[in-house]
């Protein structure tokens, strides 16, 4: 009996813990200034992205989660490119917006 409470305390503690991390990482992924996604890797479609992002791309964050990093790209579409692709994007912070204007 005194095990079972033992685990119980220490899954309790566990979700506290858990809990506040995901409050840190929200707070720091919503008020980092530079644009942050998080993607899939599988298929590097964006699954989320903080304001910043947002506003750098000027997507709504509902249009931002329709795309895939490859969207936000100004080279050309190249499918067996993609990986170099979102490298060099990422290197030389080459982007474009939804208004089609590139900026690095």
Same mark, same amino acid.
């Given at each position: 009996?005194?095990?079972?409470? #033992? !685990?119980?305390?220490?899954?309790?503690?566990?979700?506290? =813990? *858990?809990?506040?991390?995901?409050?840190?990482?929200?707070?720091?992924?919503?008020?980092?200034?530079?644009?942050?996604?998080?993607?899939?890797?599988?298929?590097?479609?964006?699954?989320?992205?903080?304001?910043?992002?947002? #506003? !750098?791309?000027?997507?709504?964050?509902?249009?931002?989660? =329709? *795309?895939?990093?490859?969207?936000?790209?100004?080279?050309?579409?190249?499918?067996?490119?993609?990986?170099?692709?979102?490298l060099y994007r990422y290197l030389t912070g080459y982007i474009r917006k939804k208004t089609a204007?590139?900026?690095?």
């Amino acid at each position: 009996m005194n095990q079972l409470k #033992n !685990i119980t305390d220490e899954i309790i503690q566990n979700k506290k =813990e *858990l809990s506040q991390s995901e409050k840190i990482y929200g707070k720091l992924f919503n008020t980092f200034s530079d644009g942050v996604y998080i993607l899939d890797k599988s298929n590097y479609q964006i699954l989320d992205a903080n304001p910043s992002a947002c #506003n !750098i791309y000027g997507y709504s964050l509902e249009e931002i989660r =329709e *795309l895939k990093v490859t969207d936000l790209s100004a080279e050309p579409k190249r499918p067996w490119m993609d990986c170099i692709i979102i490298l060099y994007r990422y290197l030389t912070g080459y982007i474009r917006k939804k208004t089609a204007l590139f900026f690095p």
